[in-house]
């Protein structure tokens, strides 16, 4: 069997400085090519992210941040390094739709090797690198190999919100 060996392999994904200044306090600061990686095998696998160190215009290096669409909770397992995990949920409307821009609860988590951080449903989440290493987690949400781009942005997650805002409150 030939196995091609240019292609990019179908676990690994990046998120680059570009499309992270979406949701950066500072769009025009100066931060690494590519702020975290990601190797995903969804539940069965487990997904490993690591985080670069160091920070953006004074912001800690972060991931992008999503919401979960439908009933969806995830486990986050610390492996090496220091952080914090952010977790929001926001108001509904009276069709249970979320309101991007107010913020119904938010928590900030401390996070390093060892500990385990639960994401409740409805809860949106990103975790920030506050150390002066690499941050490194292995998570156990889901990964539909099936979706178009399913390694970088799975179809599980939703990004609008946070894009909308610009990040978290
Ligand atoms: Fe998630």
Same mark, same amino acid.
């Given at each position: ?63 992008? $941040? !999503?919401?979960? /669409?439908?009933?969806? %909770?995830?486990?986050?397992?610390? &492996?090496?390094?220091?952080? =914090? ?38 809860? $949106? !989440?990103?975790? /920030?690198?506050?150390? %002066?290493?690499?941050?490194?987690? &292995?998570?156990?949400?889901? =990964? ?26």
């Amino acid at each position: 069997m030939q196995i091609d060996f240019t292609s990019v392999p179908k676990h690994y994904a990046s998120r680059t400085h570009e499309k992270m200044r979406d949701v950066l306090m500072d769009p025009d600061g100066v931060g690494p090519a590519i702020h975290y990686y990601m190797i995903r095998g969804g539940v069965d696998q487990k997904n490993v992210t690591v985080w670069e160190p160091g920070t953006i215009s004074g912001e800690y290096i972060k991931t992008y $941040g !999503h919401y979960h /669409v439908g009933d969806l %909770s995830e486990t986050y397992w610390i &492996i090496y390094g220091q952080g =914090v995990a952010l977790l929001q949920k926001l108001a509904e409307d009276k069709n249970g739709e979320m309101i991007p821009d107010i913020v119904a609860e938010f928590r900030a988590i401390p996070a390093k090797a060892g500990d385990e951080i639960f994401m409740p449903e409805k809860f $949106g !989440h990103l975790v /920030v690198n506050t150390g %002066s290493t690499y941050f490194v987690t &292995i998570d156990d949400s889901p =990964v539909d190999f099936e979706d178009r781009d399913p390694t970088s942005f799975p179809g599980h997650a939703d990004y609008e919100p946070v894009k909308k805002m610009r990040g978290f409150a």
